[in-house]
Each structure stands twice: as structure tokens, then as C-alpha cells.
């Protein structure tokens, strides 16, 4: 990183905390993910310099799969019974909403046939971004609708859970934290494990090494308890920062259409969701509270993150999000195959 890159990173930060601040006096829920995230958006668009690094996103990456891991215990392991029914539901409201989204982007929006396909996908921002460079796409444009669901979701989903059902995050993690030696330790095999997932192309490789790594020392009392409140707290500040530097060098006045075109995407998969969410209330009977934020069309590190601080099951949550991942994996070169003008 150039010495403007750390002043700009070290901007971002410092903004990141003040909004943090302004979000938990007012009461918001989350403020370190949903202040920072968009203390950070604003700061982007009118003209911080944000880049950060691979280190600080990594270790941002695996303190919350920690945090995550630490909360799951085999009760919520023995509810995995229940999933599959869910996770067939979440697969056809993936390709429902998919195209959906993608027919109003290519027909009111002026997206082309394979970019409305890329800026519709709920979700797998880095590979559907992947797939576009690949492609010569329009990256930018398909940049800016992806981040305006992440970020929507990011500041509503915490709002709508916490106070139409009352969720909290104080039942799931435990009482005592970590021991500094037994946190290192865990970062340490995280990491390495982190490692092996990237190259075997998993999908938030570090996350989901936190996620196992942790979840395992816990059922079996090899790291019981949780990690400090300060290691939470910058995995979340980061990651808000991550969100709101997906804006860096966009103007308000190129945003319009895509500024619309990303509502109208988070729209219709808020839509096709809550229908999803209600078919599944029915048939398995579960909270919608839990429903809402593992349906959720936003990052897997966003809602996963929001799970745990507003005391919902985590390992649910995380498993919907990342088999979500899983099927666009799948979907979105299928899709791209079959991409026509409309």
C-alpha cells in the first residue's frame, strides 16, 4: 500500500467509528456493521480514497467465523434435520428471482443480456464479479447494484428483526471470553485451515474456517467461550468499511440508473424472499425472525454477522447462506449460457 492508500484506509476508519457511534446512540442495531457501513458508503461517495488490504480483511474475515463458531453448540447442530427442506425452498426462490431481476435490468435498464444476468444474482458478489471481468463487462455498473442490496439489507435487516420480533444478541455466545493464548491458538488454525479452503476455491474460505475451527473446539471444550469484545468489534468495524469502499470513485450523478436498478433488484428479491420465508413458516414452522435473515439475499458475512448479534441461531443462518453460495455457483454460468436479448 502507497502512504495515500493508509492515510485513506486510516480515514476510513476513523469514519467508520463515528459512525458506529452516531448508530448506537441512536439505539440502531448492529452499529459497528450498520454505522460503519454507512458512515463509510457516504464518505466513498464524495471522494475518500478506500483500499483495503488483504491482511485486514482476512483477519476481519476469520475473528467473525470465530465469533460464529463459538455460538454453535449440538442442539443447533441436531436442528440440521430441518434444513434441507429450507434449503430446497431458497433454491427455487434463487432462480425465480434471478430472472425476474434480470429481464428488468436488460429491458428498462439498459444492462446487456450477460450483465443483467451478473447484476441480478442475490448474492456471490466476488465470483459474480469475477465472471464479468472475465467477460468484459460492465464490472463498474454491476459493482454498484450488487453492493446497493448488500448494503440495503446490511442496514434493514437488523432494524426489522430487532424490533418487530424482539430479537436480541445476548442468548447465544457464551458467558466467558477466550484466553489470549486459546484465541491465538485458534487464529493460528484458522488460518491454516483458511489457507486450504481458498485453494480449493471454497467460498468465504476464511469465514467458514473460522466458522468449523471454532465450532469444533467448542463441542468438543478444546476453546470454550467467546472472543473478546474488542476482536468482535473490528471484525464487524472492518467488514462495515468493506461494504461502504464498494462506492470508492462512483459520482451521485452516474448512480441514477444504476442507483435504480439496484432497488429495483433489491425489490424483487425482498419480495420473492418474504414469499419464500412464508412457505417455510408454514411447512417447518420455524421463526420468522431466523427465516428472514438466513433468506436474506445479502453477503453471507453481513447476515451471518447480524445473526449473531441479534441472538439468532447462527449455524442455520450460515448454512442457508452458504449453500446460497453454493447454488449460484452453479446457477449463474448456466444462466450466463442461456443469456439472450430480449
Not at 12 to 41: D, R, W, Y
Request: hydrophobic share 60%.
Amino acid at each position: 500500500m502507497t502512504l495515500r492508500d493508509t492515510f485513506g484506509l486510516i480515514g476510513a476508519l476513523v469514519v467508520a467509528v463515528l459512525g458506529t457511534l452516531i448508530f448506537e446512540a441512536i439505539g440502531f442495531p448492529s452499529a459497528p456493521l450498520t454505522g460503519s457501513a454507512a458512515a463509510v458508503s457516504l464518505a466513498a461517495l464524495f471522494g475518500l480514497p478506500i483500499k483495503m488490504p488483504v491482511w485486514l480483511r482476512t483477519t476481519a474475515f476469520v475473528l467473525l467465523g470465530i465469533n460464529i463458531g463459538s455460538s454453535v453448540t449440538r442442539d443447533m447442530l441436531a436442528s440440521a434435520l430441518a434444513w434441507p427442506v429450507t434449503i430446497a425452498i431458497l433454491a427455487v426462490s434463487l432462480c425465480v428471482s434471478l430472472q425476474i431481476c434480470r429481464i428488468g435490468l436488460q429491458r428498462w435498464m439498459r444492462f446487456s443480456a450477460r450483465d443483467s444476468v451478473l447484476a441480478a444474482a442475490p448474492g456471490h458478489l466476488s465470483y459474480v464479479l469475477a465472471l464479468s471481468l472475465s467477460g468484459n463487462g460492465q464490472t463498474s455498473r454491476i459493482a454498484i447494484v450488487q453492493s446497493i442490496r448488500v448494503l440495503f439489507l446490511t442496514l434493514c435487516v437488523p432494524v426489522l428483526v430487532s424490533t418487530v420480533f424482539g430479537a436480541t444478541g445476548v442468548e447465544l455466545m457464551p458467558e466467558h471470553p477466550l484466553a489470549l493464548w486459546q484465541l491465538a491458538l485458534l487464529v493460528g488454525v484458522t488460518l491454516a485451515v483458511g489457507v486450504v479452503f481458498d485453494r480449493l476455491n471454497v467460498p468465504a474460505a476464511y469465514l467458514l474456517a473460522g466458522i468449523f475451527c471454532s465450532a469444533a473446539g467448542h463441542i468438543f471444550a478444546l476453546t470454550p467461550g467467546r472472543p473478546p469484545e474488542e476482536a468482535t468489534f473490528v471484525a464487524f468495524l472492518v467488514m462495515g468499511t468493506l461494504i461502504g469502499s464498494r462506492f470508492v470513485g462512483q459520482k451521485l450523478a452516474d448512480l441514477k440508473l444504476d442507483f435504480l436498478a439496484g432497488l429495483w433488484v433489491t425489490g424483487v428479491n425482498v419480495v420473492i424472499t418474504l414469499i419464500a420465508i412464508g412457505i417455510s413458516m408454514q411447512i417447518m414452522g420455524l421463526s420468522p425472525a431466523l427465516l428472514i435473515v438466513a433468506f436474506a439475499p445479502g453477503g453471507v458475512e453481513a447476515m451471518a454477522a447480524i445473526a449473531v448479534t441479534l441472538g439468532l441461531d447462527p449455524a442455520f443462518v450460515a448454512a442457508h447462506h452458504v449453500m446460497r453460495l453454493m447454488i449460484l455457483t452453479v446457477l449463474m454460468p448456466l444462466a450466463l449460457s442461456r443469456a439472450r436479448p430480449t
